[in-house]
């Protein structure tokens, strides 16, 4: 049995024109794992000079529209016990190699879950980026790839357990200008979704895809097909899928002022804890005139304490517990002719939020501090 120091993991990476993010990705790596397997599927930039720099064992393919496909590559190469699958744009924070390895030495221990931030405003989710080196462990899937159908099976035939890692994967990759990725996974959302279908996850990747691009009533359409897709499903992963494709869908149509407050409610039933669809309630009710249930659904989200929140399956933009509540409930209140309160409100939006003037401008225009 081996000990956390006697544990080797294997970074494995698949990057194509990645020179912006990939030196920082490489050094968040040094003295955390023994071994960084780079796949490159055809980079014309400094990627590959700075991947050898790091002393990284290079693998040149051609990219073949297939996420797992290339994932695999790499992880077929690699000669530690442990795998660590991360991307480019991530950033991997640990406080030494022995805490990265707490528990994996345990022999029914087939993967372990890391904390994983989508973008800088988001609430931490977990994720299965650390997993044991084993041949029945392969990616699946062309786009958002996954060893999770692996996993299942090992867990179901063999009581394969899975732990939480104290590890965190930072994702750099979801600010600025999105819309050469988008245009990037359109035709591979398209067709995993055509040879998946019954992957909820696709659905609304697709519809939300398309609403970036511009796409607004495919977006609509996507989403309540993926909807009525997973009607009659009960498992815990369905529940929460469909509460998340009730938050696109919604989202979408709140923007052309439809009603949309029985869909919120509904996925709220199923997923009582998606705090976007709380925020979304609020805004739904404030478009109905429901001021004082409006209010109820901020306070309920400005109790959370936001850097507790570790939600699997969404990211929540933390802002939603503090300076968005706040700036909504200061509209709200405005409304209702309360100016003293909602110049309260948005103070505190300020305060939540320093590096958003518009707060400070609201509040001292209705004789509050900024």
């Not at 490489?26 to 023994?34: H, P």
């Not at 405003?121 to 392969?138: A, I, K, M, Q, V």
């Not at 739904?284 to 304490?305: I, K, M, R």
Request: glycine share 8%; net charge negative.
């Amino acid at each position: 049995m081996y000990s956390g120091t006697q544990i080797r993991i294997t970074a494995c990476l698949i990057v194509k024109n990645e020179q912006a993010f990939l030196d920082g990705c490489l050094a968040s790596l040094d003295e955390r794992v023994d071994e960084i397997v780079v796949v490159d599927t055809g980079s014309t930039d400094d990627s590959l000079g700075i991947a050898t720099r790091h002393g990284a064992w290079l693998i040149e393919t051609p990219w073949r529209n297939d996420f797992a496909a290339a994932r695999n590559i790499g992880v077929d190469a690699a000669s530690s016990e442990w795998i660590l699958y991360i991307d480019a744009d991530e950033r991997l924070e640990v406080p030494s190699r022995e805490v990265m390895r707490e528990g994996l030495w345990e022999a029914d221990v087939f993967a372990a879950r890391v904390f994983f931030r989508t973008h800088l405003h988001s609430t931490l989710g977990r994720e299965y980026r650390l997993f044991r080196n084993d041949p029945r462990l392969r990616f699946k899937g062309s786009m958002h790839e996954t060893i999770r159908p692996d996993l299942d099976v090992l867990q179901q035939d063999i009581g394969a357990r899975v732990v939480d890692n104290p590890s965190r994967l930072i994702h750099l990759g979801y600010e600025g200008d999105l819309t050469h990725k988008h245009l990037r996974n359109l035709p591979l959302l398209r067709r995993a979704l055509e040879q998946n279908p019954d992957r909820l996850y696709y659905w609304n990747d697709l519809a939300k895809t398309l609403y970036e691009l511009g796409q607004v009533e495919e977006a609509i359409d996507v989403s309540a097909r993926g909807l009525e897709r997973g009607k009659g499903r009960d498992d815990e992963g369905s529940r929460e899928m469909l509460a998340l494709l009730a938050f696109t869908n919604a989202g979408i149509r709140l923007g052309r002022n439809e009603d949309v407050l029985p869909l919120i409610d509904w996925g709220l039933s199923l997923r009582p804890g998606n705090w976007s669809l709380q925020f979304l309630r609020a805004k739904a009710l404030v478009g109905l005139e429901n001021y004082q249930e409006a209010l109820a659904s901020l306070d309920l989200l400005t109790a959370q304490d936001a850097a507790a929140i570790c939600d699997p399956m969404m990211a929540h933009d933390i802002r939603i517990f503090g300076s968005y509540a706040h700036d909504l409930a200061g509209v709200i209140l405005l409304r209702m002719g309360r100016r003293q309160d909602a110049a309260e409100a948005f103070s505190r939006a300020a305060a939540a939020e320093p590096t958003n003037p518009s707060y400070r401008v609201k509040a001292l225009a209705l004789g509050g501090q900024g």
